[in-house]
């Protein structure tokens, strides 16, 4: 357990106690939760870039924290993700802050970096958001511990989270977000009708993939909070200041704090924004429909599906190219070609042996002449054509599996 932080039994009793949430009492309408601490807390304004540049997850060395809860490390983590409006200009607002044990991140100097902590074991940290977007009985069902709020961006790190997460956190949680984001990509068959190696499967599990598209949901999300009020007039002097001086910037009070989402129905709302986001960046709906148009074999389970009887259907050609029509003509006259003799009198005399003696009796009638359903019904001896029309049916069918044949 070397480079964890150390805890007392007293420490870990207050954490179960304070962190996790009896199933009993987890509210639909306020859990799963997530929280924003408003970067006013530490700082008066943001350097806001006018061209903001794509994010990029860091994960931190285990050895830049060494093993105490509260370090110059945690803390400048904790403040360079609060500051996530600056993007890469955060660099020219801590470059004198940064401490000895993260020089390394002047080597990336100009993109835009989240940093996030990754024990080893410990995956919370990465995938915190994700976490608290499952409901609680997906988090139940897949052995998740429930903890009653998250924290976007990254702040500090717990000593809870590291000593009693389950070290195959990333693994449990992979399978219960595809459960959980699955009707959003798929809402004809569920994921259990697929194999694992399944193209939509297999992006509904990356936790990675999905990352990036959740932090944009959840930042515009904070833009409908607004800006914090000014304190004094000194700040609005200064912001004044400030814009004169930065063309590529806006300095901006900070954003207002607070729950990024909810309960159960305002996760789903986020995460049905993730997914909108990922299909206007990435095509995410045009790739999906051109999986599904291209399906294979191994992409199947053995479960039975809608999807699956339609593959199988257009593979194995199930949908007969004979159709067989009987047409009423009136005062017919026979017409032989040079072949008709030989081949269709050994066609008709193969498929009527394989009538009964009434079907027998139409397929005659129809080959003498007699085409009029009333007609055949009256020479036969029927009260009504509803008998012949039935007997019409049945015979159509077989002549269709005779021709397939």
Not at 143 to 170: A, I, T, Y
Not at 362 to 373: E, Q, W
Request: charged residues 30%.
């Amino acid at each position: 357990m070397e480079n964890r932080i150390r805890t007392t039994k007293a420490q870990r009793e207050l954490w179960w106690r304070k962190e996790l949430i009896n199933p009993n009492d987890a509210d639909r309408e306020s859990f799963p939760e997530l929280m924003n601490i408003s970067s006013a807390f530490f700082f008066q304004f943001q350097a806001i870039p006018n061209q903001i540049k794509k994010p990029e997850y860091v994960s931190v060395p285990e050895a830049s924290y060494g093993t105490e809860p509260f370090t110059e490390a945690t803390v400048f983590v904790a403040q360079w993700n609060s500051c996530w409006e600056s993007a890469q200009a955060r660099f020219d607002l801590f470059l004198d802050k940064i401490p000895t044990e993260f020089k390394w991140l002047e080597k990336a100097y100009g993109r835009n970096l989240m940093l996030i902590p990754r024990p080893k074991g410990v995956e919370y940290y990465s995938y915190c958001p994700i976490y608290h977007l499952l409901p609680t009985r997906i988090l139940q069902h897949y052995g998740l511990p429930l903890r009653r709020k998250g924290l976007w961006p990254h702040g500090m790190r717990d000593f809870g989270v590291e000593e009693f997460m389950p070290c195959d956190l990333r693994d449990r949680l992979s399978r219960a977000f595809s459960y959980y984001i699955w009707p959003l990509l798929n809402r004809r068959s569920r994921s259990q009708a697929f194999s694992k190696n399944d193209p939509i499967k297999v992006i509904s599990h990356s936790l990675d993939f999905w990352l990036p598209y959740l932090d944009m949901a959840i930042q515009e999300r904070l833009y409908q909070f607004g800006r914090c009020d000014f304190e004094s007039s000194q700040q609005q002097s200064l912001i004044e200041e400030y814009d004169a001086d930065s063309p590529r910037v806006t300095i901006a009070r900070p954003l207002h704090g607070g729950p990024i989402w909810s309960g159960e129905a305002e996760a789903w709302e986020i995460a049905s924004r993730m997914v909108d986001i990922s299909d206007q960046h990435d095509k995410l709906r045009a790739i999906i429909d051109a999986i599904q148009s291209q399906r294979v074999e191994d992409d199947f389970s053995d479960r039975w599906s809608y999807e699956r009887e339609d593959f199988e259907r257009r593979l194995y050609r199930k949908r007969s190219k004979t159709r067989v029509k009987f047409v009423e003509l009136r005062d017919t006259i026979p017409t032989y070609g040079p072949e008709s003799q030989v081949v269709e009198s050994l066609f008709w005399q193969d498929f009527i042996a394989t009538l009964d003696t009434k079907n027998r009796e139409i397929v005659v009638m129809l080959r003498s002449g007699i085409t009029s359903i009333s007609d055949i019904a009256h020479e036969l001896g029927y009260a009504n054509h509803s008998a012949v029309s039935k007997r019409l049916k049945r015979i159509r069918q077989l002549a269709e599996r005779y021709l397939e044949n």
